[in-house]
């Protein structure tokens, strides 16, 4: 029809129409309620990463640089601009791999939202309700980027679309031209490697804190009068970043169906991916005690991502936290699946590195093909004397649509989490 606008403009349209118009009295309370959920596990995860001796020194070398400190770095003492607070936050946020996520999309787009919205929101002095309301605004607009975008293979999340969610949430808050400030950030988007973490090199751990100071920069550039490409989204998640944006899956549902209230949150510190796995192994281990030396060995059959994660000796702790073999081990032995578990001090574990190297980690076609609508695996323990113990785990624990954490056991996750710095 004439007069129509073209679908390509038509749905960064709708998507900003949707973020401008979210407030906590127009907004479902049970959206409301997630937001402040993911806000409480986001800020822990940060806090918990800040403890760490690498991150403190990379945030005060982001307050040494900074021209107008005018914002916290969460978990110290430290002021700085709120682009170089933002990347501390993101770096630190995603230190031990316990950030919330979203197994529809790959990604954690609270993680930038968070991230860019504290400095900022401290910056132009907004309220803990105004931010509360951008940074669910942040987590839609971004988690439906990430929705209609297929990376290409060997892309990393971190670093890539989420940032959009990042750039939302600053964008609100500082009053820009919204569109404009998304079309800026897509250009920021970084070509990160996949590769990285399991390997464990901790740049990648960088990904985030980059891509969340990328969303403070779209918008401080937005406000300054720099211009974007007219549609930096689509030709950057759909032809350079991407191999394909669906503009339907963008708008899916939109207003009705509201991807924060998607989210996971992760009761174990390592990769999403592991958690089917250790899901089975733990509930193997619920009526029984079992020993190393009982074990024969062990075979996890998971899709295919996950099945890459199959380092037997890790390196360093990034890399544990992308290993199958190594987590499962280190559970079985410290019955640990939390931060110390993962530490320099485990990894060097003769019993544990001894029943890594006894499990073996397939993919299966079956497997594969239910997913993202589930996440399954199946752990199968042959021990010495012929006994065989197997479990299968559709969903891990942690979803919105299975075994959910309660917001008690989030609160517990906080304060473990925020007493390592606090």
């Not at 996971?264 to 796995?277: G, L, Q």
């Amino acid at each position: 029809m004439s007069g129509e606008k073209p679908v390509i403009n038509d749905y960064l349209d709708r998507l900003v129409d949707l973020a401008t118009s979210i407030s906590l009295e127009s907004t479902p309370s049970t959206v409301v309620r997630e937001g402040k959920r993911t806000l409480i596990d986001t800020a822990g995860t940060i806090l918990g990463g800040m403890a760490d001796v690498q991150v403190q020194a990379l945030a005060k070398k982001m307050a040494e640089g900074s021209i107008s400190p005018c914002s916290m770095i969460l978990g110290s003492n430290l002021m700085a601009d709120a682009m170089w607070a933002a990347f501390s936050h993101g770096t630190a946020g995603v230190w031990h791999e316990f950030e919330t996520g979203n197994r529809f999309i790959e990604g954690s787009p609270a993680l930038y939202s968070i991230s860019a919205g504290l400095p900022v929101a401290e910056r132009e002095r907004i309220s803990g309700k105004r931010l509360l309301e951008t940074l669910i605004a942040g987590y839609e607009v971004g988690a439906r980027v990430g929705l209609a975008t297929t990376l290409r293979p060997g892309i990393d999340p971190h670093g890539s679309w989420p940032i959009v969610a990042g750039a939302v949430t600053a964008g609100l808050l500082s009053g820009t031209d919204l569109r404009k400030t998304i079309n800026l950030v897509t250009s920021l988007n970084l070509a990160s490697s996949s590769h990285a973490a399991p390997e464990g090199a901790t740049i990648r751990n960088v990904y985030a804190g980059f891509g969340s100071a990328m969303g403070v920069l779209a918008a401080d550039l937005a406000k300054d009068g720099f211009s974007a490409e007219r549609n930096g989204v689509t030709t950057v998640f759909g032809t350079i970043a991407g191999v394909f944006f669906d503009f339907e899956k963008a708008l899916e549902e939109i207003g009705d169906r509201w991807e924060i209230e998607r989210s996971f949150y992760k009761p174990y510190a390592c990769s999403r991916h592991i958690h089917p796995a250790l899901d089975g192994l733990i509930a193997i281990l619920r009526n029984r005690e079992l020993h190393s030396n009982d074990i024969e060995r062990i075979e996890v059959f998971t899709y295919g991502m996950a099945s890459s994660l199959n380092r037997i000796l890790p390196q360093n702790p990034l890399s544990a936290r992308f290993s199958i073999p190594y987590t499962l081990a280190a559970y079985l032995v410290a019955k640990d699946a939390g931060i110390s578990a993962h530490q320099e001090e485990a990894l060097h574990n003769p019993e544990i590195q001894e029943l890594s190297a006894k499990i073996i980690v397939q993919e299966d076609p079956e497997i594969n093909g239910r997913t993202p609508r589930e996440r399954p695996a199946r752990v199968r323990i042959y021990l010495k004397g012929g006994k065989v113990l197997e479990q299968s785990v559709e969903l891990p624990r942690g979803e919105f649509d299975h075994q959910p954490l309660s917001d008690e056991e989030l609160n517990a996750k906080f304060l473990k989490l925020a007493s390592e710095t606090v």
